[in-house]
């Protein structure tokens, strides 16, 4: 018998362990994680780490790192979960899709709000009895949740490198005044004209272009409030206290109070779903992928 015959795989509750491991800060936090006793954990990683040949974790001041090899690793097992959640959500779904739960990230209000929501009304009137849960988190959270797999498909900020992609909407910012404030009455406000007065900044997801926007013309905002709630600030505005840039898909149609005014220079941005493979998709997400698609020309013609 050839040695390749005898060799070892390593089995899915020492690749579960490495996955915990990852996130953990230490080895028999990981394994309670998991129901395991640290014994059990140690005699796992050592077992996991004989087959593979390598040291895949190491002790550290702040805890527990994985080594260069399990780095590399870490991304296939990856993929081993990934394909499984598919055999599994094929399984289930079946070619009817009557059933399933289908997670999409976004990125914040102007996708949840504006971007979304087409396509998910058609996708919830062809397939009734799949589950359509939506995350928010910030941008480039939600941009690694496809990439750790916590998500298959996520409303992102355009462009992203490395994932396909799928334009659904384009969003622009503009000046958010008090409704009674010199510049509410122009047809346009000069971003020049904006860090003349105290600046209320957003923490949501389109922060990182507004401070794109003024370091690119060398402005210094004058920035009293750093706030993350939309409505806080549209309140703030209202009252005065301050001014504004948000993006206008995140914005109401109206807010007592608040005039939204086009900004000059023009700052756009696009907004489209993302994955890391439409063909390794699940029956539910490839099928919402395929409705995106084929909303593409309409969403971004609106």
Known sequence: MSNRSKRIAPTLKQLELLLTLAASDGIASAGAKLGMTPSATS???????????????????????????????????????????????????????????LKLGSFGASASLHALPPVLKQFRAKYPGVKVLVKERPDDETTQDIIERRVEIAAVTLPKRDFETVPLAIDELVAVLPERHELARQDTVDLSEIVRYPFIMTLAGSQKLILRLFARYDYQPDIHHELLQLMSILELVSRGEGVSILARLALPKAYPGVAFVPLTPSTRRSIGLACLNENKLSPVARAFWLEAKRSKELLLGN
């Open 43 to 101: 005699h796992a990683l050592r077992a996991l780490e004989e087959i593979l040949g390598t040291t895949l974790v190491e002790k550290t001041q702040q805890g527990l790192a994985l080594t260069y090899p399990g780095e590399q690793v870490l991304p296939h097992v990856r993929d081993v979960f990934t394909s499984l959640q598919l055999v599994e959500a094929t399984a289930r779904s079946g070619a009817e899709l009557k059933t399933g739960l």
